[in-house]
């Protein structure tokens, strides 16, 4: 059972950057994709950003141009540049790995982003 943890989450102002880490209990060696979704209060939770296991990177419009998704896949680590934040970006950060030949799929318990004005 892979375990994923969050940090880097806090509280900036609007303009400020962050960046956000998940790392991964265990070696992960069969990667099909990993991402970071939010869920602000009342809403959703929504796609941020993916990366596919070749490398593709895809981005939700909202926070392209300003997010970029990343990872060291020798350190199990996921990460999300978020530069020029915006009082909107605020939520709760949640990272996504879906691995091995039968895409288990596990979630971090999520670190705040709050961005204030």
């Known amino acids: 059972q892979v375990q994923l943890v969050e940090s880097g989450g806090g509280s900036v102002q609007a303009g400020g950057a962050l960046r956000l880490s998940c790392a991964a209990s265990?070696?992960?060696?069969?990667?099909?994709?990993m991402g970071w979704y939010r869920q602000a209060p009342g809403k959703q939770r929504e796609l941020v950003a993916t990366?596919?296991?070749?490398?593709?990177?895809n981005y939700a419009g909202a926070v392209k141009g300003r997010f970029t998704i990343s990872r060291d896949n020798a350190k199990n680590t996921l990460y999300l540049q978020m530069n020029n934040l915006k009082p909107e970006d605020t939520a709760v950060y949640y990272c996504?790995?879906?691995?091995?030949?039968?895409?288990?799929?596990?979630w971090g318990k999520g670190t705040q982003v709050t961005v204030s004005s």
């Open positions: 996504n790995w879906v691995v091995g030949i039968i895409w288990s799929d596990y």
């Open positions: 265990e070696n992960v060696f069969i990667i099909n994709s």
């Open positions: 990366i596919t296991g070749s490398g593709t990177t």
